[in-house]
């Protein structure tokens, strides 16, 4: 692994750390004032729904920043090159 990579790949996961260390405090806060266990602002039922969706998001919004941190720290992609009614890469 180059200097460039270390630099891509280090950069990356300081922004998964920062987008977990922004996330994890709000949807806590949010899951617990939707449905938290000392009546919620949503039906008791609703309340596995939205632990469920916490978790979703706690796990899914840090990888989507963390991958969008990985994709713009690397080498800038081809230009699209539509012809013939298809969409393509020039390589």
Do not use: C, F, K, N
């Not at 617990?32 to 998001?57: F, K, Q, R, Y």
């Amino acid at each position: 692994m180059d200097r460039a990579e270390l630099r891509r790949a280090g950069l990356t996961l300081a922004a998964l750390i920062a987008a977990l260390a922004l996330t994890v405090p709000a949807v806590v806060a949010i899951v617990l004032w939707l449905a938290g266990p000392h009546g919620g602002v949503l039906p008791t039922g609703s309340a596995p729904i939205v632990l469920g969706l916490g978790w979703l998001s706690v796990l899914l919004l840090p990888a989507w920043v963390a991958r969008q941190a990985w994709r713009r720290l690397g080498p800038p992609e081809p230009p699209l090159s539509i012809s013939a009614g298809a969409v393509r890469r020039d390589r």
